[in-house]
């Protein structure tokens, strides 16, 4: 089961004073066109955090015939991280997170991070033909405290396009997800 944290969203782990966890990641939601942050959530594990550099996210993918679906686990206990449906020639929706917290939630830096080299992002789901615009989608987050706490875990950063309305779909309904894991 993931957990929810329900305060201020920021760099102090001092801050959470009610959660005891050893594993957690932040889902950052960013607009697939003109790259401005949507809000996050970050989300409690039990897996134990893993030491490899990669996030260790397996991908259950069901092709839209007319409705298809794609959800994002957390190995080796397969916990949810996202979850949505994908309509041909509609709109599907996420469904887990059911919400994310909105851009005000975030504390932010003085001082924006510089953007990581390219082979410090880990492409989830990556797509054959599609540009990931690393730099666009890292401004948009690069002023968040808590990206600074994700930062020290060493760890690749996770980068996921959801699009929700394909065939004809409409990439102003798209966005693209930071995905980041924390040090135990």
Request: net charge negative.
């Amino acid at each position: 089961m993931v957990g929810l944290l329900s305060s201020c969203l920021d760099d102090n782990d001092d801050d959470y004073l009610y959660h005891t966890h050893h594993n957690s990641v932040i889902l950052l939601q960013v607009n697939y066109t003109d790259f401005v942050f949507e809000g996050g959530i970050e989300l409690f594990l039990h897996s134990e955090f893993n030491e490899s550099e990669e996030i260790p996210i397996s991908v259950d993918y069901d092709p839209p015939g007319d409705f298809g679906n794609i959800s994002l686990y957390y190995e080796p206990k397969e916990e949810l991280l996202f979850d949505g449906s994908i309509v041909w020639a509609g709109k599907g929706k996420r469904k887990f997170p059911e919400y994310i917290y909105a851009p005000g939630k975030f504390l932010e830096l003085d001082t924006r991070i510089d953007t990581p080299v390219d082979d410090k992002f880990q492409i989830i789901f990556a797509e054959e033909g599609v540009d990931y615009p690393l730099e666009s989608i890292w401004n948009s987050i690069n002023n968040l405290s808590i990206v600074k706490r994700y930062l020290k875990s060493g760890k690749k950063i996770g980068i996921f396009r959801y699009t929700p309305s394909v065939g004809v779909g409409d990439p102003n309904e798209w966005d693209w997800y930071v995905i980041m894991n924390t040090v135990p």
